[in-house]
């Protein structure tokens, strides 16, 4: 049994975490923070955990985290960077929800996130928390940068295909819809309902800032000698709430049976399902679970693969996948408390 703690407790991720951690065996939830609901009882700010956490919300400031073993970040980007360290010194470990450790490089950080990053030195160090590639470097993590929504559905969708010589790396496409909760718990006029229902639009096109951790984390991998990797990714809000349908495309460059290559590279993998060959996965065949499933196809037999992946952006896109990070961090299973099959309808 470890003591956890929670820091920013009301957003979107953070009540996602909270449920997943609700039924977590091996977890004691000794402190959520929140500056605005200070005082506030988790239970009536949220009832669909009431009976099952009997705290308040506390001030960061003033919060019990010293006493955890592990500590979630599930706050907005520039948070975490500003306070792990302290954190760290502890001997607590370190999950963070947001992009402040995900890029190991800081002038590209720097870049896509517009302020000066407060903890530099800490970046070498952060584990870039994906565990069907990084499995054993978070087993040992202090710090483990949570990946980004759509770059967990883009990543894993790609993953045999750079992996190995079969396609184009260099002109990789990704084409990506997500719900309305993938931008947070907050009042925007984008976000609105009436805004937001009935329509469907692109956004970000010019760059998203999941590109280039994307790009940072699948060129460690890549093995095609003298080839560079290259993928245009452009994301979509749909009108839903939750769920994340990855479209991605590739030139096929040598053949081989694309179908074994994806069951054979995810058979081991707990939260990544293979579909049968010609399947077509729907958001809602995940919604509410860990899982990632996926579809390979070839239209027409010509030169060009399709490969369909669905996640829940707030499970496997978020909350469920630092759980599965702080199950491996602290020996546990890697499934346990990430069981949940999906809602339907």
């Known amino acids: 049994m470890i003591k956890v703690g929670v820091v920013g407790g009301t957003g979107y991720t953070g009540v996602e975490l909270l449920r997943l951690l609700a039924g977590h065996s091996q977890v004691e939830v000794k402190a959520i923070t929140s500056r605005a609901e200070a005082g506030v009882r988790v239970a ?8 099952r956490y009997d705290l308040a919300f506390t001030d960061p400031a003033s919060a019990p985290l010293k006493g955890c073993d592990c500590i979630f970040f599930a706050t907005p980007n520039g948070v975490a960077m500003s306070q792990v360290r302290p954190l760290l010194d502890t001997g607590a470990r370190i999950v963070d929800f947001s992009a402040d450790f995900r890029l190991k490089d800081r002038t590209t950080w720097e870049k896509w996130y517009k302020v000066t990053h407060a903890s530099p030195e800490l970046l070498p160090e952060a584990v870039y928390g994906l565990p069907e590639i ?4 978070i087993r040992k993590a ?8 759509y770059a967990t559905a883009v990543q894993l969708a790609l993953l045999p295909l750079v992996e190995t010589q079969h396609v184009d790396h260099a002109h990789l496409i990704a084409d990506a819809k997500s719900g309305a909760s993938g931008a947070g718990r907050k009042a925007e006029t984008e976000l609105l309902y009436s805004e937001v229902t009935d329509n469907f639009k692109a956004y970000a096109v010019k760059g998203h800032r999941h590109h280039p951790e994307i790009l940072e984390s699948l060129a460690s ?3 095609a000698s003298g080839r560079k990797l290259g993928l245009t990714f452009v994301p979509h809000m749909v009108p839903m709430v939750r769920g994340i349908l990855a ?3 590739a030139r096929i460059t040598s053949d081989t049976d694309f179908q074994a290559l994806y069951e054979k590279r ?5 939260f990544v399902d293979v579909l049968p060959a010609g399947s077509q996965p729907e958001t809602r065949w995940v919604r509410g679970t860990n899982q990632v499933r996926m579809a390979v196809h070839r239209p027409l037999d010509a030169q060009t693969l399709v490969v369909l992946a669905v996640e829940d952006n707030l499970v496997k896109g978020a909350a469920g996948q630092a759980v599965q990070n702080m199950n491996l961090m602290f020996g546990f299973p890697e499934t346990e408390g990430l069981q949940q099959l999906a809602v339907v309808p």
């Open 247 to 249: 479209t991605v495309y």
């Open 142 to 149: 202090r710090l483990v940068a949570n990946p980004g929504c």
């Open 44 to 51: 009536d700010h949220f009832p669909s955990l009431r009976g």
């Open 266 to 270: 995810f058979a081991k993998e707990p």
């Open 134 to 137: 990084n499995r054993e470097k």
């Open 221 to 223: 991998l890549e093995t």
